[in-house]
């Protein structure tokens, strides 16, 4: 005799059952079994009984249980029978899914949440795991089934017929029964390819027919056949109308029939014919007296009634409260022109939607009050009017009629090649009078726009004759040719020509060659032969290894600099070294905000300035850029991007900041690092349009220097590119890592005197070159975000997803949307960084852009230190990203946003819906044109933002930021 101390049983649910002490009749085996029946057979929507027997043997011992039970089954009820008397058989009753598919499940014993005890009494259980399972299988039959739908009065309605069979089918034909006086087949829809065919049958109802046409890849499984679409005739709610469903045929994939396949009827609901509706009332237009306010809303009906002849109202209220509401007489239109009694008040817009059929009228509905009604207002803008660098100034101002203006001085320093800014005129031709800052614009009733006025600027050339006879120097305005002048002499030389520089390097050629500053001509001498001597005549001139150099403050030449060309192991070398005590002289006379030019004319494969720590400061207390202009390229560098007190420190704690020595170069890569950058280039896929250059900054001391190579802030440097090179071949610049990576930098392409340049815009030091790499993802071919998506594309800031497939739908997730960004960005990924957050490996392929976003302060964790890499990004959490981008560009200096960020949001119909900590972001965004509302005037800030959105938004944000 035996003892059965307890048993328990868990399935889907976690059910279980706790039995008592009792005694059953011994079994064969030596070992407890638990035994499922072998196979039970069900359809979907039906309970079936699944036993469950535990064999105990016969050893005298107390058994204790706890049964688990485990299967994918598709189930919707479980619950539990009671145990037998002996405690040795219980039934699971269970309800299996309306839409399970068809098929055998395996049903098992979940060994790893059961156990089992025994002992010789009950006091002394012990865990055991000597006992058997046996598996059962759950078998789900075929089913052809008609859906649960509702519907009203007089609409429509849609009725799917699905199957769950998990074997393929090539062909069905099946018969639908309705009621034809409640019901009227409007549409026969199939699901997929092949022939469908229906009739019509009065006594029968719908039969419908399908086949796959021999096709072996167009097959049914699992899934929806067709679908009919219904007019409701019936005009009163009626709960359950019956849709029965036979069965007339159904082939497998061979052509077979399919035996064994039961049928499930559908039912309609009709419910009471709605009333149309007026969704998404508001008011666009200018609150202004005088301008034309207009009504919109949406109009919609359940029974997809026409619309007939809404009526609207206009009202008029104290405050945005609707203070002293009343509604304005005569005013029954969409539109409605403001009156002079509208002025300081607010109005709202009323309509009461009409259906021609159906219930007529619905319910009234108004749009949010728009005001206060103000008088027109009118903006002074200024135009650069071909200025080639520098910013208009803005006045954010709103004046009415009969104000006046004053106007601003050239506050953004803008400047044009070969002309000095001589005020504002109201036209562009710059025939009308000239307005100076501070003088007063009278306001019209329309904008003012002044446009910069430009005087040409009027040069001098010299003519050092190099030991010759003097030639009279001679004015010429900007970009003219000049005439040859007299040829000087010189005893015993024969003269051989202008030239461009000291060294007699480049001739003059009147012909071709404009004035364009300041110049001074050199002139050539052969000396004449002597006789009884041999050999070519030689150039006399000064030494051809060093040359003074003029430096342009703000455009005017200064010669304060010295040029020193060398050639070593095959590589030529220019050195500028720069006059501080000149220069600083000359910078005391100026206005802070301008720009030192230190222009090398020179072909060489190096080129740098140095600059004492005295003349830094000075060009830093001056706040001017420092531009080094080569043939190949230029580097912009403010000079306050140099913190001289730093690095004195990197050189030790003794050393001081006037010991300090900058030096910029530019200089093309040796030819170990050009193989580097080809086989990089190469690598990724991309074509090398002309040649790559590094940009480098250091600071020396004594022997020592090291490299300065991470800025504040974006740094502007430009590439020539050759002759010929159009746009249309641009596609971005990069940057190559010393380790071979390949990194997008935000470039822009501009055309001065005929050449194309690249112009980059970095945080960082490195090795630059232009690429060509043309992106057409197919699937956005006919989308609204192609032209978005495809540029990030070829900019290297976004990536497909294989197979030319971009899929612009679907939804971005955290990790996916920091990497974009710190890759528009141009910044290096922190490869090989321990990670910040616990749920980040350090080998993810997001980690190291996750922790340069992080440095640069573009993204934070969760407070329980996790980033949480996979979660889908929402619009409000995109744009809280976006605005610390914004930061880092400088685009949030340029903006205007209120105190209170719901101001700015506000015209947004579901703007309360943006969260408190996102509002800031959300209206810095919206007003930097950014982000825009989407249909219906909503910002979806709760709305999981797509891959089409942010390719748009980054590059709004480039553009925007002047970085492309």
């Known amino acids: 005799m035996f003892k059965l101390l307890r048993k328990s049983l868990s399935i889907i649910m976690a059910l279980s059952v706790f039995l008592s002490l009792c005694s059953v009749a011994a079994a064969a085996s030596d070992r407890i079994k638990f035994k499922l029946e072998e196979r039970v057979e069900g359809r979907p929507g039906y309970t079936i009984s699944v036993p469950i027997e535990v064999d105990v043997p016969s050893d005298g011992l107390f058994y204790d249980y706890n049964v688990f039970l485990k299967s994918d089954v598709p189930v919707t009820d479980a619950y539990w029978g009671q145990w037998s008397e002996d405690g040795t058989r219980i039934d699971l009753s269970i309800r299996i899914a309306d839409e399970a598919p068809s098929g055998n499940y395996q049903v098992e014993f979940d060994r790893s949440q059961m156990w089992v005890k025994k002992g010789t009494t009950s006091e002394n259980l012990e865990l055991t795991t000597e006992y058997d399972t046996e598996i059962g299988v759950i078998a789900v039959k075929k089913l052809v089934y008609v859906g649960k739908v509702s519907g009203s009065a007089g609409g429509y309605v849609e009725v799917p017929v699905f199957t769950n069979s998990t074997e ?54 699992n899934g ?22 036979y069965i007339n045929t159904l082939l497998d994939d061979s052509g077979e029939i399919m035996y064994g396949v039961d ?29 034309t306010l207009q009504g919109d809303y949406t109009f919609a009906d359940e029974e997809s009634d026409a619309e007939g002849v809404s009526t609207f109202k206009w009202y008029r209220a104290n405050d945005a409260a609707g203070a002293a509401e009343a509604m304005i007489a005569g005013a029954d239109t969409k539109e409605y022109v403001l009156q002079q009694e509208d002025k300081d008040k ?20 108004t749009s949010v009050w728009t005001g206060p009604i103000g008088v027109p207002t009118y903006q002074v803008l200024y135009e650069a009017n071909g200025a080639t660098q520098g910013d208009v100034p803005a006045d954010s101002s709103a004046y009415v009629t009969g104000q006046e203006a004053t106007v601003l001085g050239n506050t953004g320093h803008l400047a044009k090649a070969g002309h000095t800014f001589g005020g504002w005129t109201t036209d562009e031709a710059n025939l009308e009078a000239v307005y100076a ?14 446009y910069a006025k430009w005087d040409l600027n009027r040069y001098q050339v010299n003519f050092n004759t190099n030991g010759g006879s003097a030639v009279p120097s001679v004015e010429a305005d900007y970009d003219t040719l000049i005439a040859e002048p007299q040829r000087p002499s010189r005893s015993g030389y024969s003269f051989s020509g202008w030239y461009k520089e000291a060294t007699l390097t480049d001739k003059w050629t009147f012909a071709s060659d404009k004035v364009v500053a300041d110049t001074t001509l050199y002139a050539g001498w052969s000396q004449n032969s002597q006789g009884g ?117 990197l050189f030790g704690s003794n050393v001081s900041p006037e010991g300090i020595k900058v030096r910029l170069k530019i200089a093309k890569p040796s030819e170990s690092q050009g193989k580097t950058v080809q086989g990089a280039i190469t690598q990724e896929g991309l074509t090398l349009v002309g040649e790559a250059l590094e940009f480098t900054v250091e600071a020396a001391y004594g022997e020592r220097s090291l490299e300065i190579a991470s800025f504040s802030s974006y740094v502007e440097r430009s590439i020539v590119l050759p002759s010929g090179t159009g746009p249309n071949r641009i596609t971005t610049g990069v940057t190559i890592d010393p380790d071979g990576t390949v990194r997008h930098v935000p470039t822009k392409v501009v055309q001065e005197n005929g050449r194309y340049q690249a112009i980059f815009n970095s945080l960082t030091n490195s090795t630059y070159a232009v690429v060509w790499n043309p992106v057409s993802f197919a699937d956005v071919a006919r989308h609204w975000a192609k032209d978005a998506v495809n540029e990030m594309g070829a900019r290297l800031i976004i990536d497909g997803i294989g197979d030319n497939q971009f899929k612009p739908d679907l939804a971005v997730s955290r990790a996916e949307f920091t990497a974009i960004v710190v890759r528009a960005l141009g910044l290096k990924q922190a490869k090989g960084a321990a990670s910040s957050y616990s749920d980040v490996s350090a080998t993810a392929w997001f980690s190291g852009a996750i922790e340069s976003a992080k440095a640069y302060k573009l993204v934070g964790g969760f407070e329980d230190g996790t980033f949480r890499p996979e979660e889908k990004l929402t619009r409000e959490q995109a744009v809280v990203i976006l605005a610390n981008a914004m930061e880092l560009t400088g685009l949030n200096d340029k903006l205007s946003v209120p105190t209170d960020p ?19 972001a959300m209206a810095a965004a919206v007003e930097a044109g950014l982000v825009n509302g989407q249909k219906n005037n ?27």
């Open 168 to 221: 393929p089918i090539s062909a069905y034909g099946v018969t639908l029964s309705y009621d034809r006086n409640l019901f009227e087949v409007a549409e026969v829809s199939g699901v997929g390819e092949g022939e469908l065919t229906f009739i019509e049958d009065e006594e029968e109802g719908l039969i419908v027919n399908w086949n796959n046409e021999g096709n072996s890849s167009v097959l049914m499984t």
């Open 224 to 245: 929806p056949l067709f679908k009919v679409k219904f007019k409701i005739k019936a005009v009163d709610p009626i709960d359950y109308i019956p849709l029965d469903l």
């Open 263 to 291: 049928s499930r009827m559908g039912y309609i609901s009709v419910t009471e014919n709605q009333a149309p509706s007026a969704d998404n009332v508001n008011v666009t237009g200018t609150p202004h007296v005088g301008e």
């Open 346 to 365: 607010y109005i709202r817009f009323e309509v009461t939607p009409i259906a021609v059929s159906g219930t007529l009228a619905g319910t009234s509905k």
């Open 437 to 450: 800052a501070g003088d007063l614009l009278p306001i019209e009733s329309t904008n003012r726009t002044l």
């Open 533 to 649: 001597g041999g050999g070519a005549p030689a150039p006399a001139g000064p030494a051809a290894s060093e040359q003074g150099l003029d430096v342009l403050v703000n455009g005017k030449g200064e010669s304060a600099a010295k040029a020193d060309t060398k050639t070593e192991n095959g590589l030529k070398k220019t050195v500028v070294t720069v006059d501080g005590a000149k220069l600083e002289s000359k910078l005391n006379e100026e206005k802070a905000g301008g720009t030192l030019t230190v222009p090398v004319a020179v072909q060489s494969d190096s080129v740098e300035v140095e600059f004492e720590a005295g003349t830094m400061k000075a060009l830093q207390q001056k706040q001017m850029v420092i531009v080094l202009q080569t043939p190949g390229g230029t580097y912009s560098l403010p000079a306050s991007q140099i913190d001289l007190q730093a690095v004195s420190g």
């Open 902 to 920: 719901m101001k700015r949001l506000g015209s947004f119909t579901d703007a309360g819906q943006v969260s408190e900590w996102a509002r800031k």
């Open 938 to 964: 909503l910002i979806a800030a709760q709305s999981q933002i797509t891959r089409a959105e942010v390719a748009l938004i980054i590059q709004r944000l480039l553009e925007k930021s002047n970085l492309i």
